[in-house]
């Protein structure tokens, strides 16, 4: 028999603490609503109120608490009822009707109106759980297992469920344990570059200078990416107790989340996180009186998505110009202020604790050989269901599009996958058997990036989407080197005379070349991956590029250069007048004859008559090349 | 040009921000958040009495603030709109949501109206991707925003305060080559 040691007496005192604060709740009714950025979005806070307020007026003793992001993102505002004597059940899409509906006929008469019902939380017999949806078939919830369902601006919560058990393991080994644990499951960053992070740990373990930095990076600076804000803003001390125990094992004293200003909610979160963690002993001096010392603070960003890059990052922390530096010295040699520093992103921090607990094995149990565990994902664009998503490393993209995603919605065909975001490419329909995980993406030519999925169906034009990352980039680029610089602004130029139909098709060559010289002369992966988008729909979609060039004609009816918006007369009704009151300029007039008509020297193409015209006449139509315009009209006049 | 009244609130925030969190060089980015978050915008003076405090030239000062995409210039509008140019939004009518908030109030993202009602920013993914297009009023996230959601925008802030004169901005905005002009860069 072992006696237990300080750390794991402290450990059990929090634990049972938590719990017993936590117990009662068993009892209660709750009413748990996600108020992450994308709920607030939707409508969260009115749910949130709506329900406050018809416990009150009825009477009725339930509480309402709120968590982070479940990842449904298509079906926020989302509930949870958790009624003594029923599964907690989650209803989507809630509105004010739905409040008082639920707290009439659920709450009051105990009939909890699964015909709203989205999901239910709990195995039972009566209505399904996630892993009964195709969805649930795939995902596998690792890091994002307890993204919804705990408060997270409350650490009992966390503690309550094993929070803080893989720490007090941590610091019950030795260091190098850690480490060997870490390195044995083969954990690769998931900033983007798939680093194995026990080889980054181990190089600052190594170095004789003993003051050493801990950094978590939440720039997310991918323009289509929120994986990492919902995790800080869903489950923080995931995050925090990853960074603890890596600390551990480098020996770090110090150590900064750095978090981009545009996330307020999460900064918030992560800062009230940080508090109570100091207050019950797991930051500070002595953690679980282990005599480890070591603290966190946030630093906040302040808006360059350069500043993602390492060295970039670490120059914006000291006051400086977010610029990256030449490599080496790499930061586990020369970090921050010169000394030895560990940077990772948010999701590798949160892989750590999960596998300090459940051990190497079982992290290697799920996914690929060479990319061991799961990948997260935000799934967003021409998808049925977007959201926040994690499956097993080596799922395909078919997978995650058509069973996850649930597909295209709409008639409409699939045409791309943009994966990886400014540094990634654009995959078609051939590519969508290619697994997802470091390697594999690599080959075909996008990477696995930060995790930013946009699913782009027939209505997206590929010369545009190329466009609109190089225009990012090329804003980004921090102009420190010179490829990186002009070659964006030339690559640039030359897409925005393609979208203009003043490209030439020798113009594609100079593209190609250019590109190429880019990705070898740049100083940083800004440059290095910022061709990635072009290369990618040069390969896949060169006809697409073509038509711009030689019939200047956007096959997507994107390019507003390149469309004309017509009213077709044989289907226009002359007793509706819903495209005239929908024009912001007023284009649209009515003919003499009763017909509507759009003044071309007016229009802005904004689409709103298209989208106001009823489905039973449908007689706005885009037409590319305009050129086409005089011929229609010519038709009808 | 300065009042006389500001000049006074931007000398007592600045040093009370430089109390606060020290005349440290690490700490420029951090003084900077700091009056901005006070003032809504990083005032030449603000950044001259930084630089003065931290002992470094003032451009060491000057390159950050405009290095960096969070900081602002210029005084921010009553009410700030913030388009979303996210990948998806941007894919899904971000750029006609962003053209139409240009032509509506006459200004370029970075911009504030002339009577400092709107100012008008970019932002990328908001993390609301499901309801794009995406457009941030103040602290409010609005999902798809149209056109004719645009005017509703502006005409409801616009109401909520004294009503504002129908000046000749606002009725010639329907200025078509201003408006087709993409980006407008
Ligand atoms: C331009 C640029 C932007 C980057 N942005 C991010 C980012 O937003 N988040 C991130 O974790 N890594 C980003 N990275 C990768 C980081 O440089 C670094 O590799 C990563 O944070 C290391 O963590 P990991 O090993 O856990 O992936 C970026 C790299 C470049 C070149
Ligand atoms: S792209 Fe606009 S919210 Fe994500």
New binding site residues.
Partial sequence: MSILSATETKYQALREKAEAKLAPLAAETIIWIGTATCGKAAGAVEVREAFKAELKNKGIDAEVREVGCMGHCYAEPLAVIAKPGFPAICYGKVDEGLVTRLVDDFLINDDPCYEFALVALEPNDVFPTFSDFPRGVYENKMILEQCGFIDPEDIDHYIAKDGYSALAKALNTEPQQVLAEINGANL????????P?GV?WEAVVKQVEKTRYVIC??????PG?FM?RSILESNPHLVVEGMIICAYAVGAGHGYLYI?SEYPQAIRRVQTALEQARERGLLGKSIMDNGFAFDLEVFTGAGA??????T??INSMEGKLGM?EHRPPRLSTAGLRGKPTV???????AYVPLIMKKGADWFKNTGTAESPGTAVFALAGKVENPGLVEVPMGTTLRQLIYDVGQGIPGEKEFKAVQIGG??GGCLPEASLDIPIDFDSLKEGGAIMG?GGIVVLDEDDCMVRIARYFLKFTQQ?SCGKCTFCRLGTKHMLDILTAITKGEGKLSDLETLRELAEDVQVGSL???G??APNPILTTLQYFYDEYKAHIEEKRCPSLMCPDLIAYFIAPEQCSKLCNACVGSCPVEAVYTRDDGLKAIDQEKCVKCDNCLKACPIEYNAVIKLSPPALLAEKEGSTK | MLLEGERDTILKTTSAVLAEHGARREKLIPLLQAVQEQLGYLPKLAMEEIAAALDIPAVEVFGPATFYNSFRLHPPGEHQFKVCMGTACYMIGGQIALDSFERRLQIKPGETTADRRFSLDQVACVGCCSLAPVVVVDNFVEGKVTPTRVDGLILSYESNGQKVEQDSQQTEATNTDEAKGEEGS
Avoid at chain 1, 217 to 222: C, I, L, Q, T, Y
């Fill in positions: 690769r960053g998931r900033g983007g570059a798939g680093f992070a980054k990076n939440a720039d997310e600076g991918d990416a990492d981009r998505f350069v500043c993602g890059e390492g970039a990052l990256p940077l990772n992103n948010v999701k590798t921090f400014p540094s930060s980004e940083c992966n800004l290095r991956t």
